[in-house]
């Protein structure tokens, strides 16, 4: 059986719920909470600057980069982070897999609030109906692809090789 294979000699542990648990949680919770403070800060900063969409995009890019930057940074920490109980998660084929997917169905659906907060800065002082701001959805693009591919490549290059169980 192909449970039964080693490496270099030693049987293979076998996966744990617990760990898989502890992979799914950990990716989960950073995209969630990546997207959610994204889209509260889009929606708050007009509130905060009462400036027209021009004057104020930058400001949602710059902190759209530094909640991307922050995002990242956890991802890599937690990825390396051995719980009591659960032990470590080990990089491998099978953990590098499930951290894309798992965290593409689970969280990737909270990126919509955001979708929509852009679609209706794309519309600010345009003509009715019409974009005239196709940047907003540029910016959700870049996000999306920070959310759906880095963060879940960086927490999956992050695994430690071998992990020690506390």
């Given at each position: 059986?192909?449970?039964e ?10 996966p ?12 989960t ?8 403070a ?5 929606l708050?900063l ?7 969409f ?7 890019i710059?902190?759209g ?28 084929i ?40 196709f ?21 999956a ?10």
């Amino acid at each position: 059986m192909v449970d039964e294979l080693s490496v270099g000699g030693e049987p293979l542990p076998r996966p744990r719920q617990k760990t898989l648990a502890l992979l799914v949680g950990r990716v989960t919770t950073i995209k969630l909470a990546y997207w959610a403070a994204l889209t509260i800060a889009e929606l708050l900063l007009p509130r905060i600057l009462d400036r027209d969409f021009a004057a104020r995009f930058p400001f949602s890019i710059a902190l759209g980069a530094v909640t991307s930057l922050v995002a990242l940074a956890w991802a890599a920490w937690q990825a390396r982070v051995i719980d009591r109980r659960a032990g470590g998660i080990e990089r491998g084929i099978a953990t590098v897999a499930t951290t894309f997917v798992a965290a593409s169905v689970v969280a990737s659906p909270a990126s919509l609030p955001l979708l929509l907060v852009e679609r209706a800065r794309s519309l600010e002082d345009c003509a009715q109906g019409v974009t005239c701001h196709f940047e907003a959805i540029w910016l959700w693009v870049a996000l999306f692809a920070v959310g759906f591919v880095l963060i879940p490549a960086v927490f999956a290059v992050s695994l430690p090789r071998h992990t020690r169980v506390a």
